[in-house]
């Protein structure tokens, strides 16, 4: 079975940077789209990245110019710069993967300080 384990989180001034990991187990890494996501408390997940498996990006706009996604096929690791971070940014932050989601992992917690 497919697992999900994201690292890199902490706490950040506003302005700071963060650089997100997800790593997957298993031979389905390269060929398939994975997706960043975040839920801040008492908010729904939502889609902050996605990147596919050719490499071809997408962001939601609340992050586009701040944040960069990208991976690693030799390391089935995908990776989440965040630059310019704001308090708004603030959340539980998860991947998986595009065409099919997998059992979530634990997440990482993002916070930004004001």
């Known amino acids: 079975q497919v697992q999900l384990v994201e690292s890199g989180g902490g706490l950040v001034q506003a302005g700071g940077s963060l650089r997100l990991a997800c790593t997957a187990s298993g031979s389905v890494f390269s060929i398939n789209g994975m997706v960043w996501y975040r839920q801040a408390p008492g908010k729904q997940r939502e889609l902050v990245a996605l990147i596919s498996a050719r490499g071809n990006t997408d962001y939601a706009e609340a992050v586009k110019g701040r944040f960069t996604i990208s991976r690693d096929n030799a390391k089935n690791t995908v990776y989440l710069q965040m630059n310019s971070l704001k308090p708004e940014d603030t959340a539980v932050y998860y991947c998986?993967?595009?065409?099919?989601?997998?059992?979530w992992g634990q997440g990482t917690q993002v916070t930004v300080s004001s």
């Open positions: 998986n993967f595009l065409s099919i989601t997998r059992p």
